[in-house]
């Protein structure tokens, strides 16, 4: 048998090395990548439960408790997702308890929510008359729950429900619901008696908002 040659034994030596050792900065670098996976599916799971919630409370169980009455509203969970969880945030925060109706428009709208985040009035009507020469959009039929498309609405939330079809809204408001009961109660409000400022002469305060299972 021939002897083995020292520079093929070498060779072989090297082949049968053994892998190569991971060092300790790429295992911690794996590591961070595992927990900013895990964070972000957290994160995600939390997001889709709350809309998930927005969805399922969709169902006309939303209801205003007002110095007038009650009105029940129906939430658009599925189309209007994001801004129903706000609402409702704002709702289970009691943010809307003893707000007023700030402004009434006959035939238009009345509003609720802090008057510092309101538009000028002539925004809403022009030369005292109101303003609907655009074109209609169903969104915008009489009962329609509304808030203002203003990404800076402050430390607030703005509610609308319109009294009647009014289409020059459309560049103003998210709908987000409408009003399924107590629609005699919301004209009841619209025909109060209002200053030059469409404010009402006698306070009209939401007492608070709840589920319909809370009756």
């Known amino acids: 048998m021939g002897r083995i040659k020292p520079q093929t034994l070498l060779q072989q030596s090297k082949k049968k090395k053994g892998p190569a050792r991971i060092s300790v900065s790429t295992i911690i670098v794996c590591n961070l990548i595992i927990i900013f996976l895990m964070f972000s599916l957290v994160t995600i799971y939390r997001q889709r439960a ?8 969709s169902d006309g169980d939303e209801i205003l408790n007002t110095t007038k009455g009650l009105i029940t509203l129906e939430l658009f969970g599925k189309s209007s997702a994001h801004t129903v969880e706000k609402f409702m945030e704002w709702s289970e925060r009691g943010y809307f308890n003893g707000l007023p109706f700030y402004r009434v428009i006959k035939h238009f709208v009345i509003q609720v929510g802090d008057p510092k985040l309101a538009g000028n009035r002539e925004d809403w009507t022009v030369g005292g008359q109101l303003n609907v020469q655009l074109e209609f959009s169903p969104k915008h039929e009489a009962f329609m729950l509304g808030t203002s498309k203003s990404e800076d609405q402050g430390d607030g939330f703005e509610l609308f429900i319109t009294t009647a079809p009014i289409p020059d809204l459309n560049d103003k408001l998210n709908v987000f619901g409408r009003v399924i009961k107590g629609q ?11 200053d030059e400022h469409f404010q009402p002469k006698s306070p009209i305060i939401i007492n608070d908002v709840r589920l319909k299972d809370q009756l």
């Open 50 to 57: 709350k809309r998930n919630q927005a969805t399922s409370r």
């Open 184 to 194: 005699d109660v919301v004209q009841e409000i619209e025909e109060v008696d209002t």
